[in-house]
């Protein structure tokens, strides 16, 4: 497969999310459709909605990342690439907030 060939590359999560974000580094000129679930971008690459399906498949704050794997060996798609994306975490709060004050952080 020709990368310049993609057109359409499906990703799970919403705009601004690491996949998303990926997505768009990878394939620039792509429309880039968003998924609820990993299974709809396996389903979106097996019915010709998108040309590619852009997944984590581990992740270094996580681990691997366990649907994935389960997915993986109900399909025939092949993987045809991988790319290493830094991620950082950031933690915001609210104006008038003070780091002293904080009593607990909460994360996806």
């Known amino acids: 497969m020709n990368i310049k060939n993609i057109k359409t590359v499906s990703f799970q999560g919403i705009e601004g999310a690491n996949s998303h974000l990926a997505s768009k ?18 389903d979106s690459v097996r019915k010709n909605k998108s040309n590619i399906g852009l997944i984590p498949v581990e992740n270094s704050v996580a681990g691997r990342v366990a649907e994935i794997h389960s997915l993986m060996h ?27 004050t904080i009593k607990s952080v909460h994360s996806h």
Do not use: D, R, S
């Not at 580094?25 to 609820?36: G, H, N, S, Y």
């Not at 399909?75 to 975490?89: A, D, N, P, R, S």
């Open 25 to 42: 580094k990878l394939f620039p000129k792509a429309k880039i459709i968003p998924c609820e679930t990993f299974e709809e971008v396996f």
């Open 74 to 100: 109900k399909t025939t798609l092949k993987i045809v690439g991988e790319y290493f994306m830094q991620v950082e975490l950031h933690l915001l709060g609210l104006k008038n907030a003070n780091i002293k």
